[in-house]
């Protein structure tokens, strides 16, 4: 029996195998495509049926693609020819919701924001807010460890998920992680899942972490400065200062001036950066003071309200970054390193230099309360992410390892990133993951090509 | 040349090989007791000594016991016959604090009081807050993963690391994590490394994640129960109603009676359950009113309080459980089952019945608000745990599986708890997690016989 003819008795009536239909799959939202288009790709409802598709997957020795919906920015989800894709979007249910454990069980392709407008019913809110909560499947932000912009308050996606289901690539079915809050029983398994990339195993069920919703009135804050260099130290002062902004991000000239273009509004046009910050819960009043008071004393032109009409205003910049930078440019390529908060300044110093080094423009964005960067490349094509342009954003990687820093914050290393891995890692590390990936998928099945080349 | 000679070379001055000097490193705070004594105990003051000893321990095939201040619960860091104690309680220096980066670099050796007592004067806190934590280490701390009192509002040790810096056995060293709050950079081999309870490597340097310490006036609460059920119940309502504690823990009759006697202390006597509730932060008083009234609902007899000196008394009678319980008998073995919340009312009645059955007091507190449980089992005999004893605990470990919950909330496996840990993990997982023991230590020379029998 064929592959295709096998697949289809195990998950009947989902297996895509027509070109239109396996067009999305070679693609995600880095502005890679695969060279081809994958075999097949199965849409399986149940754990029964992810198991099947696996041990047919590892009978007949084709690799496997574990697809979210596809919104990652490293190309982890991408798959081509003579891969085989398992897309969990049918997967999408909330199995349970405790309040009294806080916790809610669900499967891996549900949206994050359809999950927390559920969770809303029970005043309960699951943390982790990527970017693309709109569009990013849970499972999605599990395999990459999705951060966003509340992590400094509120953590990464790690910290938000107690147990995992996990379907190896040989059928057999693990549980990892606990149903409560505390748990030691040999090595966190779990952890180890969350941020893999689809490389060791498939998530077909998550048992998240859960806290009550933030109440009470948020406070935002706008601040324009006239030299980056103020900006990026004040939010290293506000940490220093003991204040916790739920949010605290920075846009860079070259961001602003995309923004100016794209929405023809004359901003500040003195301005080096631009300052947002959002304080919440209990403490929002006092907070939120505190960190006006830090952005005025570093220079910046503050306003801050507690409006929410004044606070969309405040807002509106920040939002309007990524279709700006989009609208100029033939293709992007969205950079992500992370540095400690108190080197922001010198990542943003060594940001400028390349930029006139390679002649590019490098708007730059920054979730700035966490020191995660992104820097983007644009350029006029909008094929294949040209030399010139990696060669730059080599450069922009060793500086985030020369700060002490990493070259990857929250989008993950999946094809984009993975020949800089080991310089990260160095030597002995990179052996020990290669040995992790060899422990779980001996034969290479899984994702293959992603975070390590074969 | 001798090993010990050896040894010698590479740390001079800090061999231990004397019968006296050895005692302390065969037993740890278990009850738990080695059959004889270990080679030698190195004292390490460097990285680089660290290296040596275990390139030495390498070369002559000598199993390796890292070792703290030895005062785990599970017999994870004692050493016997034949093995090589690596103390690290000389390595016990602040490397940095950082304020702007809210993190601390610091040597394992150090005290967790002594660390937070030099962080509070930066405003800083490092929350992992085990029981123990005025005897106990970071390192020690982070080989378990400790837990403690306030887990359920301010996260397990593996919340508050970022990055380790860890020797292998075989000399060579890894930094694994981030000294950022996000990175997303291949496997997360930094929380493999939490609780791995010193088989995978030796913690020589770790980066911890701060916190602002908390600031204003916490209240406190305690209430006596008439039925332990309510008692439990509230627990789960509590957290149903969306409030955080941050502490929530709960005594039971037993435990209550065992004071009495310590004390003298004539207590409510017809009280069935004891729960001392804390609130702080700065949503401390709308928190406290509503824990208070929750227990109230639930039949508590409830106090209140922002005094020191009345919230000391309330604190007292829970200060008073272990020593109360350990005055009371020959031996102790102290258990730790966690079970989702809402399953206390369950796990309770299950301890009551398996008391009824083996004929033995069970008394048990239990951090209620993230459903961890102490069933405390004495006998009288101060020797080895009885037979009868270990298949009492054998029951209250499979109470703890059946209501989904686990057999070590933040104790860890060590020696005593390795025989049931397959029952938890099942075969697939056991064999995984085996399989990473192998990849990071192939000749078994870590801790050989902790977590998994040899």
């Known amino acids: 029996m064929s592959l295709v003819a096998r697949l289809e008795r195990a998950v009947p009536g989902r297996v895509v195998s027509d070109p239109v239909g396996l067009a999305p799959y070679t693609a995600d939202r880095s502005g890679h495509r695969a060279a081809g288009r994958p075999i097949a790709a199965v849409e399986p409802e149940t754990v029964e049926e992810v198991q099947e598709v696996c041990r047919i997957a590892s009978a007949e020795g084709v690799p496997v693609v574990t697809r979210g919906a596809g919104t990652g920015l490293a190309g982890g989800a991408i798959a081509g020819p003579g891969e085989l894709v398992v897309s969990l979007m049918r997967m999408d249910r909330i199995l349970e919701v405790s309040r009294e454990n806080r916790l809610a069980v669900v499967q891996p392709g549900i949206l994050n924001a359809a999950l927390n407008a559920e969770l809303a019913q029970y005043g309960l809110w699951w943390a982790p807010d990527p970017a693309s909560r709109d569009i990013s499947t849970v499972g999605g932000n599990i395999a990459m460890n999705a951060g966003g912009l509340l992590c400094a308050k509120y953590g990464v996606t790690r910290e938000a998920v107690l147990a995992l289901k996990v379907v190896l690539i040989d059928g057999r079915v693990i549980d990892v992680g606990h149903r409560t809050v505390k748990g030691v029983t040999g090595y966190d398994l779990c952890a180890l899942m969350i941020g893999s990339e689809g490389t060791l195993g498939i998530v077909v069920e998550a048992t998240l972490k859960l806290v009550p919703i933030v109440t009470?009135?948020?406070?935002?804050?706008?601040?324009?400065?006239?030299?980056?260099?103020?900006a990026a130290g004040a939010a290293a002062e506000i940490s220093r200062r003991g204040l916790v902004p739920a949010i605290l991000e920075l846009l860079d000239r070259p961001s602003l001036d995309c923004?100016?273009?794209?929405?023809?509004?004359?901003?500040?046009?003195?301005a080096d950066a631009y300052v947002l910050a959002q304080c919440d819960g209990p403490d929002a009043e006092r907070t939120g003071a505190g960190v006006a008071q830090a952005l005025?004393?570093?220079?910046?032109?503050?306003?801050?309200?507690?409006d929410p009409a004044e606070s969309e205003r405040l807002w509106s910049l920040r939002r309007n970054v990524f279709p700006a930078v989009e609208a100029a440019s033939g293709g992007l390529l969205v950079e992500d390193i992370a540095v400690p908060r108190d080197r922001m300044v010198d990542a943003f110093a060594?940001?400028?230099?390349?930029?006139?080094?390679?002649?590019?423009?490098?708007?730059?964005?920054?979730?700035?309360?966490?020191?995660?960067l992104h820097p983007?490349?644009?350029?006029?094509?909008?094929?294949a992410v040209p030399d010139r342009i990696w060669e730059a954003a080599g450069e922009v990687f060793q500086t985030a390892l020369d700060l002490g820093g990493t070259l990857s914050g929250e989008h993950g290393i999946g094809l984009l990133k993975r020949r800089w891995l080991a310089d990260e890692l160095g030597d002995a590390q990179f052996e020990l993951q290669r040995g992790v990936k060899e422990l779980f998928d001996p034969r290479g099945l899984l994702n293959p090509g992603k975070v390590f080349a074969v």
């Open 216 to 230: 009470g009135e948020p406070v935002t804050i706008g601040a324009f400065f006239d030299r980056l260099d103020d």
């Open 296 to 306: 005025r004393e570093a220079g910046g032109d503050v306003r801050s309200t507690t």
């Open 350 to 372: 060594a940001i400028r230099s390349i930029e006139r080094r390679y002649e590019v423009s490098i708007p730059t964005g920054c979730h700035a309360g966490d020191g995660n």
């Open 259 to 270: 923004v100016a273009a794209y929405t023809g509004e004359r901003l500040n046009e003195t």
């Open 376 to 383: 983007v490349f644009s350029y006029d094509d909008g094929g």
